[in-house]
């Protein structure tokens, strides 16, 4: 099928002009003004943005925790993204200790496969690491998995040493790959926790009370000492306090190739929200968790600074009846995460480029065109371009609306964002050249998003 799209305001990472662009099969293979061809279907942008598709590079979907999972699959969750705006996401391969790495990632690929409507790729989760483990890893990486993620969180269930840390990064030293760390000090918080229930506190802000911003601080200047000595880059996920934010910073102005994402939530929610009345906190228990409301400019202006390259959201939706429920009497049984997949590229422009926070180019950027930079799949995707995949949004800037739960398209039964008044849209949404949304419709199209076999880190691409 071929498209055109006419007199759209054309955004980029790198530049802003009005254009067509002229779509065949998967790719793009024309840009420029007065395209005169036939087409299969034509799409009048004339007062809309056109942007690449957003790569969501943080999420869980279909993940299990104990006796439960995840309220979104491949297909709920990627139906959502599309609605946002996102048409590339990656997941976490998550492997049970003793299973082997491919194990992980067959699993993962039939959770996918034939229901995912985007394009998906996958990190991949060690929680222990072995000579058999070394050795996959760089199978894996040969395999288009080029990313590696580590806990310095969650004592005896995912948390490694920095030994093992240290082994993981020189190992990408030799195969290209990445190492994403969680980064926070699960030592002191599990005896701030046992501390907190031995008082009998047990109420959702706990949960954030027993991780303060220090013990981020210190696991994130853990982490730079070792990729220091290892002589690699790192990743670190989800910054959400100033604290952490520091040792980036001095770290990065040091010339330590440091990376660095924050999510939506540490920009637009607090502390504040863990300590709504009864139990309405548990929906907003997440790691790291929220902060004090001052680190929220603090973060925005890391990213307006690229301190912070990427904005993931770290989507993990657990319903609040019967799932988040299950901690009622005991914050640190709640399930851990928020649901955000949605909402991500709508609230940054509303919340950044709508209030002179952040640019629109920079907006394309920390959305989508560094994360595909990152993670190996640039620029196939995350930009514009004659050759790269058709991931193309067409952006209504004005369209004004209310996020909610009960319009909203991911398969949780709340909303973080409850009652955000926010401007600024996905209008039409083509993943390598297939329309998913048109007017904001859904054209019913499931399982046609593709794995993507990512190729690996390059720190100066």
């Given amino acids: 099928m071929s498209i055109l799209i006419k007199n759209g305001r054309v955004i980029t990472a790198e530049k802003e002009f009005i254009s067509d662009i002229y779509i065949e099969k998967e790719t793009i293979s024309n840009i420029g003004l007065n395209i005169n061809r036939n087409a299969d279907k034509v799409i009048d942008a004339s007062g809309k943005f056109v942007i690449p598709g957003g790569i969501d590079a943080h999420t869980h979907l279909d993940m299990p925790l104990g006796n439960i999972s995840t ?33 992980a990632f067959e699993i993962w690929q039939r959770k996918a496969e034939g229901k995912s409507c985007i394009d998906y790729g996958f990190h991949m989760i060690i929680v222990e690491l072995n ?39 020189q190992k990408t030293s030799d195969n290209g790959g990445l190492i994403c760390l969680h980064a926070e ?43 220091e000595k290892a002589k690699v880059p790192v990743y670190i996920v989800h910054v959400s306090s100033f604290d952490a934010l520091e040792r980036i910073i001095i770290a990065r102005d040091s010339g330590i190739p440091i990376f660095a994402e924050t999510c939506p939530h540490y920009l637009f929610l607090s502390i504040d929200d863990l300590n709504r009345s009864g139990f309405e906190g548990a929906k907003y228990v997440l790691s790291p968790p929220l902060r004090e409301k001052w680190h929220q400019e603090k973060l925005w202006n890391g990213l307006k600074k690229n301190y912070l390259q990427v904005v993931s959201t770290d989507h993990c939706s657990f319903n609040f009846k019967g799932q988040k429920e299950i901690g009622k009497n005991d914050f ?127 720190p100066n691409k």
């Avoid at 699959?73 to 049970?96: L, N, Q, R, V, Y």
């Fill in 71 to 103: 309220s979104d699959d491949f297909e709920t969750g990627t139906k959502a993204a599309a609605f946002g705006g996102t048409t590339t996401i990656i997941d976490f391969a998550t492997p049970s200790k003793g299973m082997r790495l491919r194990e």
């Fill in 131 to 169: 000579d058999k483990i070394l050795a996959e890893m760089d199978s894996l990486v040969n395999d288009g998995i080029t990313s590696f993620k580590l806990f310095m969180a969650y004592p005896n269930v995912l948390m490694v040493n920095d030994e093992t840390i240290l082994k993981a990064m």
């Fill in 185 to 227: 000090d699960g030592i002191k918080i599990d005896e701030n926790v046992k501390e907190a229930l031995r008082e009998n506190k047990t109420s959702p802000v706990y949960h954030a009370l027993t991780r303060p911003p220090s013990t981020e601080a210190e696991a994130v200047g853990r982490a730079v000492k070792l990729a």
């Fill in 332 to 458: 640190s049984k709640i399930p851990n995460g928020g649901p955000g997949i949605e909402n991500r590229m709508e609230l940054l422009f509303d919340g950044g480029v709508n209030r002179g926070r952040i640019s629109m180019k920079r907006w394309v950027e920390i959305t989508s065109t560094t994360p595909a930079k990152i993670f190996g799949i640039y620029p196939r995707k995350g930009t514009i371009a004659v050759g790269s995949d058709a991931d193309i949004v067409i952006w209504d800037s004005q369209y004004e609306h209310i996020v909610s739960s009960t319009s909203h398209h991911m398969a949780v039964d709340y909303s973080m964002y409850e009652g955000f008044k926010v401007t600024g849209c996905a209008d039409t949404v083509i993943s390598r050249g297939k329309i998913l949304i048109e007017n904001k419709k859904w054209l019913d199209i499931r399982g046609w998003g593709q794995y993507l076999k990512r190729q690996p880190f390059n």
